[in-house]
Structures are given as C-alpha cells and as structure tokens.
C-alpha cells in the first residue's frame, strides 16, 4: 500500500510561519491531484488547499496566507503556512490521488502532522 510521508508540523506563534512537506513511499506515474485537509478538535476534515495540473483552490479563510505547491520529480506536496493564526491549529493531512508505479489508481492518506498556533 502507498504511504505518504507528513513533516513539518509543531508550535508556532502567531504571525509565525510553518512548511508542510509530504512525500510518498511510491513512486507515480500520473498525478491526478494533490491535496491538504485539516481536521481541529470536534470539527469536520476540510479540504484546505488543492491543485492539480491546471488549478488551485484554497479554503477561504486561508486565501492569501498559505501557498501550496508540488514537485513532481520528488513525488512530494508542500504547503506553505504564514500569517499563522489561532483557529489554524488542527492536524493537516496531505492527500495524492494518482496513477501509481505499481498500477493502482486510487488517493491515499497520510497520517496527519499537528499544528498548533498559540502565544
């Protein structure tokens, strides 16, 4: 099974800045998307940012603040975190969707990085 690998998270002030990397054990043959969701205490997982080949979205709370990205030689997904606020903090999960080296078709899970954002 495809195992995606999460860093990056800890504590930050607020203002602060953190960057999200994940990779996967996997090699890929076709990226059909790349994601980040995140989940706080008591609350729904929600789609935080996403790309694919030609799009981006981005929850819009953090519109203007977080910045994702891909390399696709290193089959990594990268999310930028600055202007750190409070409500920020939660567990982030990266997310692949792809046509995997090993023939699957099919999105995997990584096992969530916490944030957390405090003074």
């Known amino acids: 099974q495809v195992q995606l690998v999460e860093s990056g998270g800890g504590l930050v002030q607020p203002g602060g800045s953190l960057r999200l990397s994940c990779a996967a054990s996997e090699s890929i043959n076709t990226i059909y998307g790349m994601a980040w969701y995140r989940q706080a205490p008591g609350k729904q997982r929600e789609p935080v940012a996403q790309i694919d080949s030609s799009t981006t979205y981005y929850l819009d709370s953090v519109r203007g603040r977080f910045t994702i990205s891909r390399d696709n030689a290193k089959n990594t997904v990268d999310l930028q975190m600055n202007n750190l606020k409070p409500e920020d903090t939660a567990v982030y999960y990266c997310?692949?969707?792809?046509?995997?080296?090993?023939?699957?078709?099919?999105?995997?899970w990584g096992q969530g990085t916490q944030v957390t954002v405090s003074s």
């Open positions: 997310k692949i969707d792809a046509w995997w080296r090993s023939g699957i078709r099919d999105g995997f």
